[in-house]
């Protein structure tokens, strides 16, 4: 039968599992077949108790079987989680330079910055993915890297805003409705603003520069914003927050024309469905338990059954306490390397929150202790003339992406009876 070219993504799961269950019982049997046949080893073996002989060389050889498969793929683990703290390290000092371009973004917009490089917003969103090869931002310091360690000692949560980016302009400073906005009010209507459900937060719920209330209004932070904090904390230490006050003259002129374009291309959608109607039937969803026991009742015979077994296997691997956990979990994995005398978290009586927050102090500690190397490793890309490290994949999207956008500008501009150039 000829290989199919349409995979799903779990096939070659399921065959490396299989090749490597199929490997490990081959080695099993002809481990066991070389020792039976080995005179030094069976001569060795009657000193022993022959009651154990036989399911000690059983337990050996099935040992030795996984040792062997697995070799790669526990090689390739241990130097994945060897390479954690570097590559975070480089992503640092990106992350000192998404600032810069952020602050570069709002002068670009306010028409007070132009560069060959940037002719669209998106293209803010391209440097963003390949930060540290943009042209047109001052390079890393000495001073930015002392101010990032001294980030990372005193701010204990996450880097990043959920469902943000380190561009998304329209998050940090603009009215328009964003996904990011829209998920921070769903969480705050839900929690209506208790002070007390906040606290319970497994993460940031003591650190001053996670909490909206603290923005300062008059560097230009506004209440309720997502600003990642390693923006509000640069702000308040060198006073950048001018920034946010600039206006925006850009986006909307872009927007006008590219919404031509995006109805031009509605309309050919429309006209496509109605010569080749799309299936308006709801797509099939077996995910959820309620969906799940339903397709059983209706569907399998031994019924009762497969629920029982259901009903274990999500016990045994979703249960609701255990996902309570997660975050601990994690917390105990980022301290297994923690082989020197270390400090709990102080003045936190829940011991999950303590350790939660005690792991995030020892990761940053270690990337404290990492960046001035990789710091020297930049200087030294910068001096020879090397390009710094980024995502060749994400960086290809990113530039189509923009490219795209682009050219739905130059169409809108077509359609609008004008020059097909970004002059306006």
């Known amino acids: 039968m000829e290989e199919s070219n349409d995979k799903k993504p779990w096939q070659n799961t399921i065959k490396w599992e299989y090749d490597s269950a199929r490997q490990r019982e081959a080695i099993y049997k002809q481990t066991l077949k070389n020792i039976a046949a080995n005179k030094d080893a069976q001569q060795y073996l009657r000193e022993f108790q022959p009651s154990s002989v036989k399911s000690q060389l059983s337990s050996y050889a099935w040992q030795k079987a996984t040792w062997l498969v697995n070799k790669g793929q526990s090689e390739w683990c241990m130097e994945f989680n060897g390479l954690k703290i570097p590559l975070a390290a480089q992503q640092c000092l990106g992350n000192i330079q998404q600032k810069k371009l952020f602050?570069?973004?709002?002068?670009?917009?306010?028409?007070?910055?132009?560069?060959?490089?940037?002719?669209?917003?998106?293209?803010?969103?391209?440097?963003?993915?390949?930060?540290?090869?943009?042209?047109?931002?001052g390079p890393v310091s000495e001073d930015d890297v002392a101010l990032y360690i001294q980030f990372l000692k005193e701010y204990l949560g996450e880097n990043l805003v959920f469902l943000g980016s380190w561009?998304?302009?329209?998050?940090?400073?603009?009215?328009?409705?964003?996904?990011?906005?829209?998920?921070?009010?769903?969480?705050?209507?839900?929690?209506?603003?208790?002070?007390?459900?906040?606290e319970e937060k497994a993460y940031d719920d003591e650190d001053k520069y996670d909490d909206e209330d603290d923005y300062d209004d008059e560097e230009g932070e506004q209440d309720g914003s997502l600003m990642p904090p390693w923006y509000l904390f640069v702000n308040q230490h060198r006073g950048d927050g001018h920034y946010l006050l600039l206006p925006d003259k850009r986006q909307e002129k872009e927007w006008f024309y590219s919404r031509k374009?995006?109805?031009?291309?509605?309309?050919?959608a429309v006209e496509k469905q109605k010569a080749d109607p799309p299936d308006k039937r709801p797509f099939l969803n077996l995910f959820k338990k309620e969906e799940i026991e339903y397709f059983i009742n209706q569907f399998e015979e031994n019924s009762e059954e497969i629920i029982s077994a259901y009903t274990v296997h999500e016990k045994m691997?979703?249960?609701?306490?255990?996902?309570?956990?997660?975050?601990?979990?994690?917390?105990?994995e980022e301290l297994s390397d923690c082989f020197e005398p270390f400090p709990i978290a102080a003045g936190i009586a829940d011991w999950k929150k303590a350790l939660i927050k005690t792991a995030k102090q020892w990761t940053n500690t270690k990337l404290a202790r990492a960046l001035p190397m990789h710091y020297d490793e930049y200087l030294f890309r910068r001096s020879a003339g090397i390009a710094g490290p980024f995502d060749s994949k994400q960086e290809a999207t990113y530039r189509?992406?923009?490219?795209?956008?682009?050219?739905?500008?130059?169409?809108g501009r077509e359609l609008s009876g004008e020059p097909r150039d970004l002059n306006f």
Not at 107 to 135: G, K, S, V
């Open 167 to 198: 561009q998304d302009y329209n998050t940090y400073n603009s009215s328009h409705a964003t996904v990011a906005k829209l998920m921070e009010k769903k969480d705050d209507d839900e929690e209506g603003n208790n002070e007390d459900e906040y």
């Open 400 to 411: 189509r992406m923009a490219d795209n956008y682009k050219e739905s500008i130059l169409r």
């Open 317 to 332: 691997y979703r249960d609701p306490d255990e996902e309570g956990m997660y975050w601990v979990k994690e917390a105990w």
């Open 261 to 268: 374009a995006h109805t031009e291309q509605v309309d050919k």
């Open 103 to 137: 602050d570069k973004q709002c002068l670009w917009r306010a028409e007070m910055f132009q560069h060959p490089a940037i002719e669209t917003t998106a293209d803010f969103n391209y440097w963003e993915h390949n930060i540290l090869n943009c042209p047109f931002i």
